[in-house]
């Protein structure tokens, strides 16, 4: 079952200080998130592997323990091999029912490709690009890997470096980490709207509200 991490309370802040930052610059701020980017299946298999590296060693000490006792093994190969297979079953089961084991077992690279991938996906799905002076903004958080993506359209990107962004991105990541991820988006907001204006994205006379002020994904 999908989880629904912001209420209504929170949505309704975070459209306001969209429309708040809108009201300063020409803008157009497109907040949105998902559970998670990926499922990660390669963090599965990798919790497998884990779990048979790992009964391997403890098989190797146990080995290693009868022979300086002088003592034979209880059981045979046939009953090691059943270990070591039944063991990376199991981190394939614990990791398919929790998705924040292969998520971590993934590793922070496959997930930053990830994340950038589908935060991609999102820009133009939700056509950020589709405003007059490509002045759209899309600020992508992934929820469970703690993940936050800001893409600029075109007409941002002239006068927005991509390291301009950082900050947002960190107080964003900053209060996922402590599960207050709509407070932190809606402080993003705010600081986006004060970037822009120090960008000079000024707002023109005929300005219009080209895309929806809501929070969107899910």
């Known amino acids: 079952m999908r989880r629904n991490p912001f209420t209504e309370a929170d949505r309704d802040q975070i459209r306001a200080a969209v429309q708040q930052a809108e009201g300063q610059t020409s803008g157009e701020i497109v907040p949105y998130f998902v559970d998670r980017s990926d499922d990660y299946d390669e963090g599965m298999w990798r919790a497998g592997l884990l779990g048979m590296g790992l009964a391997t060693l403890a098989l190797l000490a146990l080995r290693e323990y009868f022979a300086i006792h002088q003592e034979w093994l209880p059981f045979g190969l046939s009953v090691s091999l059943l270990i070591v297979l039944s063991s990376g079953v199991t981190g394939?089961?614990?990791?398919?029912?929790?998705?924040?084991?292969?998520?971590?077992?993934?590793?922070?690279a496959l997930i930053e490709r990830r994340v950038a991938a589908r935060a991609l996906q999102a820009f133009v799905a939700e056509e950020v690009f589709s405003t007059r002076d490509r002045t759209g903004?899309?600020?992508?958080?992934?929820?469970?890997?703690?993940?936050?993506?800001?893409?600029?359209?075109?007409?941002?990107?002239?006068?927005?470096?991509?390291?301009?962004?950082?900050?947002?991105?960190?107080?964003?990541?900053s209060h996922m980490k402590l599960g207050r991820a709509a407070e932190g988006l809606v402080l993003a907001?705010?600081?986006?709207?004060?970037?822009?204006?120090?960008?000079?994205?000024?707002?023109?006379?005929?300005?219009?509200?080209?895309?929806?002020?809501?929070?969107?994904g899910g």
Request: overall charge negative; some cysteine.
């Open 92 to 108: 394939i089961l614990l990791a398919f029912a929790f998705p924040r084991v292969r998520t971590t077992l993934a590793g922070a």
């Open 137 to 173: 903004i899309l600020i992508f958080l992934s929820l469970d890997e703690r993940r936050v993506q800001v893409i600029g359209d075109s007409g941002i990107n002239a006068k927005v470096r991509p390291e301009d962004w950082e900050g947002i991105v960190g107080t964003i990541v």
């Open 189 to 216: 907001i705010k600081e986006c709207g004060q970037l822009l204006g120090r960008k000079a994205v000024t707002i023109k006379p005929d300005d219009q509200n080209e895309l929806s002020d809501e929070l969107r």
